[in-house]
C-alpha cells in the first residue's frame, strides 16, 4: 500500500489507516452492539492488510475503545510496523447528557496517562487534541503548551489537532509544529477542502481525513427504510445529516454516484473513500469497520486513483443534487 510522510517531521504512513470508533461499543455516541473479539480480529485483518496505523480515542466508549486496540496490537511493533493515534479532551457528562471538552493542562496530562495504561504502551505516536475546548474557557496556548510538555517528556511522538479551524491552528503553530490536522472529509462534508487542507499544506502539517464514508451514508447500502432499523443506541439517529430533507439529498448524491462507481468496477465504499484521497493535501483517510469483512469493502480504494473527468463528474453529482456543504 502507497505510503505518504504524515507532514514535514511524522511518519510515512499508508494513505488508508483503521479507525476504531465503532469498535469502543455502545454509549451515548456509539455505534451500537459490537463483538470485541470480531473487533480485534478486525483490526489484525487491516493490519496484514496492509494497513500501518490506527486512530482511536479516549472518548470512543469511553476508554473501551483503546482497550480494544491495545489489545489487538499485542505482540506488533508498535512505532515501527504500526502507528497508534489517539485523542484527548472530551468526556462524556451523563449528568448533562452531552461530552464536555476539557483542555486544561493538567487534564490532557491525566488523559494522556489514562491512554498509555489503557493502549499498553509507553509512547503514544501521535497525540491529537479532539475538539477544542468547550466548557473550561482554557486558551488554546496553554493546552498546546501541555501537549508540547508531553513531546519533552517522551511520552507521544508528534502532536496534533482535530476538527479545528485555521484561526486555531495558526495559534497552536506560532507556539509549537502542528504535525497534523483531522478535518472531516467526504463528498458530504467538503468544507476542509477550501481552509483547512490548504492551511496544512502550507504549513508541513499532515493530514489525516474522517469519515470518508460520511458515516455510513456514502456506502450504498442504506436506503430510508435501512436508516429506519439503525439501534437505539446507534448515534446517527440523532445526526442532522440522517434527518430530513438532508438524508433525500444525500440518497439522491448516491444514486448519481452509482454509475460512475460501476463504470471504474469498483464499489461504492471504495469510490466514496478514494474521491478524498484524491484531494490534493490529504495524507490518510481514516475508514471505520468491525469486521474483517469490512475492512475488505474499502481496502481497494488504496489503489484507486481517480483522474480529472471522474472527479468533475463526482462534482456534478453534489451540485445536481444539492446535498451536503462545502
Known amino acids: 500500500m502507497d505510503k505518504r510522510a504524515l507532514g514535514a517531521d511524522g511518519p510515512k504512513i499508508t494513505v488508508l489507516g483503521f479507525g476504531s470508533w465503532a469498535v469502543g461499543g455502545p454509549y451515548k455516541f456509539g455505534w451500537g452492539p459490537t463483538d470485541d473479539d470480531e473487533s480485534i480480529t478486525a483490526i489484525s485483518h487491516a493490519v496484514d492488510s496492509g494497513i500501518n496505523w490506527i486512530d482511536t480515542a479516549a472518548q470512543y466508549g469511553l476508554g473501551h475503545s483503546e482497550e480494544i486496540v491495545g489489545r489487538a496490537v499485542t505482540g506488533m511493533k508498535v512505532g515501527e510496523d504500526v502507528f497508534l493515534f489517539t485523542k484527548c479532551g472530551g468526556f462524556f457528562r451523563p449528568e448533562l447528557g452531552k461530552v464536555v471538552y476539557d483542555l486544561r493542562p493538567a487534564s490532557i496530562a491525566q488523559e494522556c496517562e489514562d491512554s498509555l495504561r489503557r493502549l499498553g504502551l509507553e509512547t503514544i505516536d501521535l497525540y491529537q487534541i479532539h475538539w ?12 498546546w503548551e501541555a501537549m508540547n510538555r508531553l513531546l519533552d517528556e517522551g511520552k507521544v511522538r508528534w502532536i496534533g489537532v482535530s476538527n479545528f479551524s485555521t484561526d486555531l491552528l495558526d495559534r497552536c503553530e506560532a507556539l509549537h509544529h502542528v504535525s497534523s490536522a483531522q478535518p472531516p ?14 492551511w496544512c499544506r502550507d504549513h508541513g502539517s499532515g493530514v489525516l481525513a474522517y469519515s470518508p464514508m460520511a458515516s455510513g451514508l456514502l456506502t450504498g447500502k442504506y436506503d430510508h427504510a435501512g436508516f429506519a432499523k439503525l439501534p437505539d443506541d446507534d448515534w446517527r439517529r440523532n445526526s442532522a445529516a440522517f434527518q430530513e430533507p438532508e438524508l433525500s439529498r444525500i440518497l439522491d448524491l448516491v444514486e448519481r454516484m452509482r454509475p460512475v462507481a460501476d463504470g471504474l468496477g469498483v464499489t461504492m465504499p471504495v469510490l466514496a473513500v478514494a474521491w478524498a484521497l484524491a484531494i490534493d493535501g490529504v495524507t490518510g483517510a481514516i475508514v471505520g469497520a468491525r469486521t474483517p469483512k469490512q475492512v475488505d469493502g474499502w481496502i481497494e480504494a488504496a489503489g484507486l ?8 463528474e463526482l462534482e456534478r453529482a453534489v451540485a445536481d443534487s444539492g446535498a451536503g456543504q462545502g
Open 132 to 143: 477544542p475546548d468547550n466548557s473550561t474557557g482554557t486558551q488554546i496556548e496553554d493546552s
Open 185 to 198: 472529509l467526504s463528498l458530504v462534508k467538503r468544507a476542509a477542502r477550501n481552509d483547512v487542507i490548504p
Open 305 to 312: 486513483t481517480l483522474d480529472s473527468s471522474t472527479m468533475d
